[in-house]
């Protein structure tokens, strides 16, 4: 019976270690107790049993009755800082955070909880002895439909002669472009460009760093579904990558293309804040894929250019 008892425990024991996450986090403020408005600082930690590729938080623009104002992290040591706000009052419940992680040589993605927490806010205090205040400023007259008429006229005709313009403009261009050939560049070129004139443009050593990952992957979008006749531009990440997943030549930079999409998902909507280093391996990538993709007989030759170096 004994024995009986010690295996029943053993493997009681070990089907808690099991289930146990790869990823552990710990979040905390440094008070319970805050007045209505103010800015409360949430620190998160994560501890991991297996090697990890990425992990962000999973946010919108607010957590339960909280606002995101701002997220501060740093992905070397797995820690973050999400600073909340509310006008609630009382004791406020602040729920759980998801956060979505990768481990190596695992393309599914995980989730991780942070612990609820419940914080105290109270209101202002009031004196009644200050001074009286008018609940709503004077009302300015009404303004009558006859007072606007003449402006009305005056926009409307102006209007009609841009129009007219416009019109005769459109008109004379499309009769001008009538002899013109229309030229097909194809989508692999036409990529190429595009992601040659987005260098050039230094978003995100300018700070843009949500634009500049936008604008990567709709070029990869639009290359997918003039080259592959897939929706690319409506899909998700997921349904990109089962879209491409029966295609060789996709096969061949697989590493590349998930991590170039997913980055920029992060980025996009988890508020995830990549490095100078991830933001010039994401174009780099871009091009590999690009150029991994296009037609044999017009395969690409050229070398990748090197990123534009933040200034």
Same mark, same amino acid.
């Given at each position: ?16 270690? =099991?289930?146990?996450?790869? @990823? ?14 103010? =800015?409360?600082?949430?620190?998160? *930690? ?20 909280? *606002?995101? !104002? ?5 992905? &070397? ?14 004791? @406020? ?6 956060? /979505? ?33 008018? !609940? ?15 402006? !009305?006229? +005056? ?17 004379? &261009? /499309? ?26 443009? /230094? ?25 592959? *006749? ?22 061949? +930079?697989?590493?590349? !293309?998930?991590? =170039? ?19 010039? /391996?994401?174009?780099? =990538? ?17 070398? +990748?250019? *090197? ?5």
């Amino acid at each position: 019976m004994k024995h009986l008892s010690l295996t029943i425990f053993f493997i009681f024991s070990t089907s808690i270690l =099991c289930a146990q996450p790869s @990823v552990q986090l710990k979040a905390h403020t440094d008070s319970t107790s805050y007045i209505i408005g103010d =800015c409360v600082e949430l620190k998160i *930690e994560a501890s991991t049993k297996a090697p990890i590729d990425s992990i962000a938080p999973i946010l919108t623009d607010s957590v339960g009755s909280f *606002e995101v !104002l701002h997220i501060d992290q740093n992905l &070397k040591k797995m820690r973050w800082k999400i600073y909340l706000s509310t006008t609630d009052s009382g004791r @406020v419940f602040l729920p759980p955070i998801p956060f /979505r992680y990768y481990i190596h040589s695992d393309t599914s993605a995980h989730i991780a909880n942070t612990d609820p927490l419940f914080l105290n806010f109270r209101g202002l205090s009031i004196n009644p002895q200050g001074e009286i205040k008018d !609940l709503k400023p004077p009302h300015n007259a009404p303004i009558k439909f006859a007072d606007l008429l003449p402006y !009305l006229i +005056v926009i409307l005709l102006i209007g009609l002669a841009i129009g007219g313009w416009y019109y005769y403009k459109k008109k004379k &261009k /499309r009769k001008e472009q009538q002899n013109i050939p229309v030229i097909i560049i194809p989508p692999h070129k036409e990529a190429l460009a595009a992601l040659r004139k987005l260098e050039e443009k /230094r978003l995100w050593q300018q700070g843009l760093v949500k634009e500049y990952y936008s604008e990567v992957t709709d070029i990869l979008r639009t290359f997918f579904a003039k080259r592959w *006749e897939i929706p690319a531009l409506e899909f998700t990440t997921d349904e990109i990558l089962t879209s491409l997943k029966h295609i060789p030549d996709a096969l061949r +930079v697989w590493d590349s !293309l998930e991590w =170039c999409l997913r980055t920029a998902d992060l980025v996009k909507f988890a508020k995830f804040v990549p490095n100078p280093e991830d933001n010039e /391996r994401e174009i780099k =990538c871009a091009y590999e894929i690009v150029q991994a993709m296009s037609p044999k007989e017009q395969q690409v030759t050229q070398q +990748v250019p *090197e990123a534009v170096h933040a200034g």
